[in-house]
Every structure is written in C-alpha cells, then in structure tokens.
Nanobody, 114 residues
C-alpha cells in the first residue's frame, strides 16, 4: 500500500502562483512515477504533469511554460509550482502514484479568481 498526502491548494487571483506538494509513504517501488491530475466540476480527470523517479517529465499542453513539476526522492515527495494561474486552472488537483498499481491522494482544491 502507498499513502499520499497532498497540501498547498487554496484561493489565488488570476496571474498568481501556488505550490502543491504530495508526499508518498508506504511500499514505494524503485521504479514508479508520480503525477498531478485535475478535475473541474462536470469534467473528466486529466493529467497535468507527471515525473518518473529517474526524472523524466511530461506536461499537459495547457500548462506548459506555466507549471513546473519536481521531486525530492529522499522525501518521496513531488511538487507542482503553478505560476500565471488562469481561471480555467480551477479544479481539484489529485496526486497519483503509479507502479504496478495506482494510488490517489484525497485531492486539494485550487480556485483561481478574477
């Protein structure tokens, strides 16, 4: 089992920044990836960014150049630095851990206001 604890969501004005964190604990595999997904009301859950333990990174086109994912392997923690936030970034952000199984965090609300 893997447990994920997210933090860092909140309310921010458009153009502002937020930083999300997700700490994994439990049976952490040597080979795995972690990532951030988001789900707005009435919409499906979509990938925002993901990073493997070796550091390979991918982003959704909608956040490229604005969001940065990083990780601290010693802490089994990933981060999502979100800059130049837009109204359409408003969603519940979920952390996901993936090896042979998938684990999800509880989600953290990000609300961008005008």
């Amino acid at each position: 089992q893997v447990q994920l604890v997210e933090s860092g969501g909140g309310l921010v004005q458009a153009g502002g920044s937020l930083r999300l964190s997700c700490a994994a604990s439990g049976r952490i595999s040597r080979i795995h990836s972690m990532g951030w997904f988001r789900q707005a009301p009435g919409k499906q859950r979509d990938l925002v960014a993901q990073i493997t333990r070796s550091g390979s990174i991918s982003y959704a086109d909608s956040v490229k150049g604005r969001f940065t994912i990083s990780r601290d392997n010693a802490k089994n923690t990933i981060y999502l630095q979100m800059n130049s936030l837009k109204l359409e970034d408003t969603a519940v952000y979920y952390c996901r851990y993936s090896d042979n199984d998938l684990y999800w965090g509880q989600g953290t609300q990000v609300t961008v206001s005008s």
